[in-house]
């Protein structure tokens, strides 16, 4: 079974703060995505990384920065919190390239921000 | 550029009815589209998906979908909903010619069963 793993389910922080949401695929996915999910709002993509050390913005970029240092790790970074980013962040990874190729999802961090 | 358009942010039936969520797709080559679903507080599972061999696609806990060209329609549907059905479900498209393991998402639909 592929394996998304999140570093927390619930992650409580103040405004300011420099905030780390970790992402760990054991699949050997090039793909790896970044979203936040808010009622109503669907899924929004925030970056994508398609390689070690590659990624594209995606729909809503502003106040996030991304890593990816190894393959299977990809690093969600707020550099200073706000309370607009009190969301659902979800994790995904899948293969690239030109087949039927679904994502598979984490269980998500909700951060708060106060 | 490919898009999703969920008609109806949140769908009710009572338990044993007809389930029927609707899923219209755009694209300007030809599409790969799926169907993920949500309970709470956990991340999003593939339910199905359309790989272009068949029109009619069965999925995971008695779901089905028919990619309908000429509609741009990709409608999920089940016979009979479950109390256990209840859940947020989103369409998805992604695009065959280029790297199609990035997809658009729709809005999603929370659908409720009523006992």
């Known amino acids: 079974d592929v394996k998304v793993t999140q570093s927390s389910r619930y992650l409580v922080k103040r405004t300011g703060e420099k905030v780390f949401l970790e992402c760990v695929q054991d699949m050997d996915h090039e793909n790896m995505f970044w979203y936040r999910q808010d009622p109503g709002l669907g899924l929004r993509l925030i970056y994508f990384s398609y390689d070690v050390k590659m990624k594209e913005k995606g729909d809503i970029p502003e106040g996030y920065s991304v890593s990816r240092e190894k393959k299977e790790r990809f690093s969600l970074i707020l550099e200073s919190a706000s309370t607009n980013q009190t969301s659902m962040y979800l994790c995904?990874?899948?293969?690239?390239?030109?087949?039927?190729?679904?994502?598979?999802f984490g269980p998500g961090t909700r951060l708060t921000v106060t | 550029a490919q898009s999703v358009t969920q008609l109806g942010s949140h769908v009710s039936v009572s338990e044993g009815a007809l389930v029927l969520l609707r899923c219209n797709y755009s694209?300007?080559?030809?599409?790969?589209l799926f169907w993920y679903v949500q309970y709470p507080n956990q991340g999003l599972q593939l339910l199905l998906k359309?790989?272009?061999?068949?029109?009619l696609v069965k999925g995971i806990n008695g779901f089905e979908a028919e990619f309908k060209k000429s509609e741009t329609s990709f409608h999920l549907t089940k016979p009979s909903a479950h109390m256990s059905d209840a859940a947020e479900y989103f369409c998805?498209?992604?695009?065959?010619?280029?790297?199609?393991?990035?997809?658009?998402f729709g809005d999603g639909t929370t659908l409720t069963v009523k006992p």
């Open positions: 359309y790989t272009s061999a068949a029109t």
């Open positions: 995904a990874s899948s293969l690239v390239g030109t087949g039927t190729y679904e994502q598979y």
């Open positions: 998805a498209v992604s695009a065959a010619n280029t790297n199609a393991g990035k997809s658009t």
């Open positions: 694209s300007s080559v030809p599409p790969y």
